[in-house]
């Protein structure tokens, strides 16, 4: 099971039996308020269900009020080193904070964080990384200084009791991450963000993030996922949109398609494009499955699970609906019958 604690960042429940939750973080200068109002309003209309940003220092403070102001979805602020930083936005309006453990962790300035975060009904997210390990925990193994970095201020969370706590364990190795966040799992029961930590440029990141975070949510950890990429996070976004729908945890298109060989008779790349480009901003609260075949091996078989399919052959491709046989054409007139059924289909 996913934790079974649900826990409140603004106005979206996370934990329990609600859907896992896509966040992404800004890259522009917090103290630029038009910048990062225009990409967190991106972010949102792309998918990012919640969008966390550096608050560096006080001087970020008044910027955040503005910016808090001028969106609509919930927003974490990301604290290192300064624990007033973290108290101010709180006050300011910010729906989540985020610590380190490897740089606040001094139990007076915990407790003042705490004291707030009660009064303003804000969580906290315990997030440590494989760049900042607390100095306690050097002589452990990287997977369990990581888990028990975070771990030790969750306990100071709980002694001061506050509870309202999310958990984030994060390396650039994936198994390490996947070990950290097994042990955790195994401890407590708070709501998880995962992902891996400096995973790279875009290709680099979609492969270790998939390993990595998709070994996590099939082994059912995992409550609100980040893909890290170095970059527009745009991507991050539609990447993460992605792979949920891909491993059928969130609702959406899969567009399948056969690796082709010398039994393929038609163009599988072109035509699945074609496809994908057809159906990329249809939003939809189905799994629909549209699988796009090259013969008659596979093609038939692969029909009888889809909402849509496609099994070409030498002459003329066959294609299916609900499973069920729906009409042969002729190659040539294989892409517009095919646009034209999506154009027509039912998506909701």
């Known amino acids: 099971m996913f934790s079974k604690k649900v826990v409140n960042v603004g106005n979206i429940k996370i934990g329990g039996e609600n859907p896992l939750v896509i966040q992404s973080m800004t890259n522009t200068d917090t103290k630029d308020v038009l910048s990062t109002v225009n990409q967190i309003n991106n972010l949102s209309n792309a998918g990012a269900q919640i969008v966390r940003l550096s608050v560096r220092d006080l ?25 007033k930083v973290a108290i101010e936005s709180i006050k300011a309006g910010i729906s989540k904070i985020r610590i380190n ?25 315990v997030g440590s990384n494989s760049g900042s390990i607390s100095k306690k925990f050097l002589n452990s193994s990287p997977e369990k200084a990581l888990a028990e970095s975070a771990l030790e201020q969750v306990k100071l969370l709980e002694k001061f009791e506050f509870e309202d706590i999310f958990i ?3 390396s650039s190795d994936a198994i390490q991450t996947f070990k950290a966040y097994k042990y955790i799992k195994e401890k407590v029961d708070y709501p998880l963000h995962i992902g891996i ?51 059928g945890l969130k609702k959406g298109i899969r567009v399948i398609s056969c690796p082709t060989c010398a039994r393929t008779e038609i163009n599988i790349e072109e035509l699945v494009k074609k496809v994908k480009k057809l159906t990329n901003n249809i939003q939809t609260n189905k799994n629909i499955n549209i699988a796009v075949m090259g013969c008659i091996v596979n093609g038939p078989g692969e029909a009888k699970h ?33 646009i034209n059924l999506l154009n027509n289909y039912k998506w909701e």
């Open 197 to 247: 930590t400096e995973a790279g440029i875009y290709e680099d990141s979609l492969i270790l993030s998939s390993a990595g975070i998709g070994a996590l949510l099939l082994n059912d950890i995992g409550d609100t996922i980040r893909i890290s990429i170095t970059g527009d996070p745009i991507k991050e976004v539609i990447s993460a949109n992605k792979l949920l729908t891909l491993l």
């Open 59 to 83: 001087e970020d403070i008044e910027p955040l009020k503005k910016i808090i102001k001028n969106v609509k979805i919930p927003l974490i602020a990301d604290i290192h080193f300064n624990y």
């Open 101 to 125: 453990p490897g740089n606040i962790d001094k139990e007076d300035k915990i407790k003042e964080i705490v004291k707030y975060a009660k009064e303003y009904k804000v969580p906290i997210r």
């Open 306 to 338: 889809s909402d849509i399919a496609i099994a070409g052959s030498k002459q003329t491709a066959a294609i299916y609906q609900k499973g069920k046989f729906y009409k042969n054409v002729k190659k040539d007139e294989l892409e517009n019958e095919l």
């Open 168 to 170: 984030s364990a994060k």
